[in-house]
């Protein structure tokens, strides 16, 4: 399936089937497996998310890894709450939650908690730059913003109680309050301080190298995978897996890919290799290639140039924390689909090629659903996030009375919503969480970018 086409929406949840089947097999568990185990689990920013078409997350790796080696399929339920994830695995909907179910007492009495416990905690962001804070009590006097009626706000007000009051305590509401954008604030020096929990903090380090989080601020939360009671049977099998030293390596290995890996901003600088060289008067190395294409397109061959840049800097290696690859930056996936191996991407000429295609049947879907004026920024957030994603944001838009055929401050607006379980969890969304200022800035970087080149390189 291409990344382009949406998936479908069932109700309150979403289901599609993965085949996992390897021949590598691990060591046979000690009951008989399904051939398809049936997953439940929730949308998040690093658990379980789609990006591009393509399904990702820690815990989405982790569950795939379990099949290989069980040699079995999954099929996945995407549940919108908690309550109702564990109504799934009550009604035996699911066999199996893959994602953080806290360890608890509540849940100890509903759930057999079972594979590798994750354990976070809350911690202070700030900005990695002089006057660091290195105990709590340094927060006397100091503004520290929140999400109002969060868990964030309630270890806030404790703490000040904790230190004898004189925390500045900032509640903050609506889009502003989403953890996500509080830290990139933080890293623009826009507010000095705000508390999220260690995992979105060290997800969001990967993108913000200017900001500080070693500070802790709240008690450890411990969770895990969980199955119903009824089946310890799964729960042994999980366990056993989870502790052999393959699923730790491969554990270690998605901690760093998801937790570590940049994905900051692209480089600004052209980069060239010994066989490529800009012309006189050019824009990169590849104008023929962007002209041959765009003509084919009906296009202005400078926004191909323009999209190339923001994808790669003109860097036909360049390779993405998520797998994308080349000048244009096409995920594997998407490339087969079109009948090119990922080792092709690497050729600039493929990768336009591809990309052409790709943006084409964008243009296609987005026809009907914005007017002419406005699709290309409907195009480009689609290449950046996919089609899926933006026509959630179409559908959020129409709902809260935005105007859903217009870019600018009303489907724009609705992209960032979709980092807000409250949004990316409504009914008429379909592929859950989106990181939406990356669609958002990428739109705007492309055009700025193109209108440079309108203005200083012939068509």
């Known amino acids: 399936m291409r990344y382009l086409v949406p998936l479908l929406s069932i109700v309150w949840l979403l289901s599609f089937t993965l085949s996992c089947n390897s021949s590598e097999k691990g060591a046979a568990p000690q009951h008989q497996l399904p051939d398809t185990l049936n997953v439940g689990t929730l949308y998040s920013p ?176 411990r969770s895990s995978w969980a199955v119903s009671k009824r089946d310890l049977w799964l729960a042994d099998s999980i366990d056993e897996w989870a502790a052999s030293l393959d699923a730790q390596e491969y554990s270690k290995q998605a901690l760093k890919h998801y937790f570590e890996m940049n994905r900051g901003p692209k480089p600004d600088s052209v980069k060239v290799d010994t066989l490529a060289v800009t012309p006189p008067g050019g824009i990169s190395p590849y104008d023929q290639v962007f002209k041959k294409y765009a003509q084919e397109m009906g296009w202005d061959w400078r926004l191909l140039a323009a999209i190339a840049f923001s994808e790669s800097g003109f860097d036909p290696n360049a390779t993405s924390w998520m797998g994308a690859r080349g000048l244009m930056q096409v995920m594997p996936k998407t490339a087969r689909s079109f009948g090119v191996s990922e080792s092709d991407l690497g050729n600039p000429e493929v990768s336009v090629r591809v990309a052409s295609k790709i943006l084409k049947e964008l243009d296609g879907i987005m026809r009907s659903r914005t007017g002419a004026a406005d699709r290309i920024k409907f195009v480009l957030a689609s290449y950046n996030a996919g089609s899926g994603h933006v026509t959630d944001a179409i559908a959020l838009a129409r709902k809260y009375e935005l105007n859903p055929r217009v870019w600018n401050e009303n489907v724009e607006q609705a992209m960032l919503w979709k980092m807000d379980p409250e949004y990316y969890n409504d009914s008429v969304c379909s592929n859950g969480y989106c990181r939406g200022t990356e669609p958002v800035d990428y739109v705007v970087k492309v055009l700025n970018c193109y209108e440079n080149y309108k203005k200083n390189y012939k068509k």
């Open 46 to 221: 690093t658990g379980f998310f789609i990006l591009k078409g393509d399904t990702m997350g820690y815990d989405y790796d982790l569950i795939c890894d379990f099949a290989r080696s069980h040699g079995i399929a999954l099929r996945f339920k995407v549940a919108r709450s908690m309550p109702a994830l564990l109504d799934m695995l009550k009604n035996k909907s699911v066999d199996v939650l893959a994602c953080e179910v806290p360890v608890t007492a509540e849940y100890k009495s509903r759930v057999q908690h079972c594979g590798a416990v994750n354990e976070t905690y809350q911690v202070l962001v700030q900005h990695s730059g002089e006057g660091l804070i290195h105990d709590v009590t340094q927060l006397i006097g100091r503004d520290v913003y929140v999400e109002k009626g969060s868990k964030y706000e309630s270890r806030l007000r404790n703490l000040d109680n904790e230190v004898g009051g004189g925390i500045n305590i900032h509640a903050v509401e609506g889009e502003a309050a989403i953890p996500t954008e509080l830290i990139q604030r933080v890293s623009r020096r826009e507010i000095p301080f705000t508390i999220v929990d260690s995992d979105i903090a060290q997800m969001n380090l990967t993108y913000y190298d200017s900001i500080n989080i070693k500070l802790r601020v709240g008690f450890e939360q």
